[in-house]
């Protein structure tokens, strides 16, 4: 294997392992003020991950991973059966994505589930977002299948349009990323993204990224909610303002909130960075490595990258 193609490699592990150590890293935390998380791990180094178990976020995004390498490429009907397979409610579902599989449980339509929730809108949670790391390395080199496959694979869970673009939004974050594309990113986001709310946020960004924001100022201007516009946005910054995954990933855990999914996606935007060897050996050490641990989150990464790299598709 050529170095580039090594690199490559690690990447789309990166990727992966660093969703689930995100994920796992916040979940201990989920819901806590950033002014609790202070008080009680105080504001010298970096959290360490003590139980290692992750939640929701990496066993959906696993489902995402298990669908994308049967098909090779996207079915509907298929990775939402995959989901509603895998899920565990013990893992800390969010409401508008329980109630969607119980609906695709009982038979309805993978594409028309989600869409009677949240008074017929659907749902803007994050959740569709916080799975798509194998959609973004998948497709890093096809922005526009990307866009096209990020908003359908959101439609299982998440028909409102702005957890759609808040998906697609993640999704070419961690493609940019692949492509080593980082001083380029937040302008390329803005030019990617369709809905105002999530430009507005990125111009933001670039402001907050000129000066040394305090927690405060970005929890303000970003948000760290279970909305996908309080959350993408936040783990987008939390990535480009530090130069290393354990810096990134730390920052966006401490901002509190929905610490899980911000953690998660920050993890996989530095993973598709960094690679793999970037993530801090005592976080990946506690990491889960049961059935579907981390053995198993790496191999869904190299066959993700085999596929990908035999153009398979
Ligand atoms: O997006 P989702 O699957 O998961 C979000 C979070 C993550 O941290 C997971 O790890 C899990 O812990 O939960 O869950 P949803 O229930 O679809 O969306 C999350 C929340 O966003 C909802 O429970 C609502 O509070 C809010 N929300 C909306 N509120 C009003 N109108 C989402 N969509 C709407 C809406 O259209
Ligand atoms: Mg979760």
Redesign the pocket.
């Known amino acids: 294997m050529t170095e580039s193609k090594r690199d490559l490699r690690s990447k789309f592990i990166g990727a992966l392992l660093g969703t689930a150590v995100g ?1 796992a890293l916040g ?1 201990p935390l ?1 819901g806590w003020s950033s002014e609790r998380i202070t008080r009680v791990y105080g504001d010298a180094g970096r959290l360490a991950l003590v139980e290692g178990r992750y ?3 990496t066993e ?1 995004m696993i489902g995402v991973a298990e669908s994308l390498l049967i098909i090779k490429g996207f079915d509907g009907a298929d990775m939402a059966r995959t989901l509603v397979q895998n899920m565990n409610p013990k893992r ?9 599989f119980e609906r695709l449980r009982a038979g309805e339509r993978w594409d028309e589930a ?1 869409q009677h ?3 017929g ?10 799975r798509i790391a194998p959609i973004g390395l998948l497709y890093h080199d096809n922005p526009k299948k990307l866009r096209e496959v990020a908003y359908r694979s959101s439609q299982i ?2 028909t ?1 349009e ?2 759609k673009e808040g998906a697609a939004l993640q999704a070419f974050a961690i493609a940019l990323a692949v492509r080593n594309e980082r001083e380029e990113m937040q302008p390329q986001l803005e030019a990617f993204v369709q809905q105002d709310v999530f430009k507005q946020k990125l111009r933001r960004m670039e402001r907050l990224l000129r000066t040394e924001a305090s927690s405060g100022e970005v929890i303000a201007e970003l948000g760290n ?4 516009f309080d ?1 993408v946005p936040t783990a987008i910054y939390s990535f480009l303002r530090f130069e290393d995954f354990e810096h990134s990933v730390d920052f966006a855990i401490r901002l509190g909130g ?4 911000i953690g ?1 996606m920050t993890g996989a935007i530095c993973g598709a960075y960094y690679g793999a060897q970037a993530i801090p050996s005592d976080w990946l050490a506690q990491l889960e490595d049961g059935e579907k641990g981390k053995r198993y989150i790496q191999r869904l990464a190299e066959e993700l990258f085999d596929i990908t790299v035999k153009k398979e598709l």
């Open positions: 994920d979940a989920e939640s929701d976020d959906q800390g579902y969010g409401p508008g994505s329980r109630a969607a989600a929730l949240f008074g809108m659907g749902s803007y949670g994050n959740g569709a977002a916080m869970t998440h409102h702005l957890g909610g279970m909305a996908a959350s929905d610490t899980d999914t998660a």
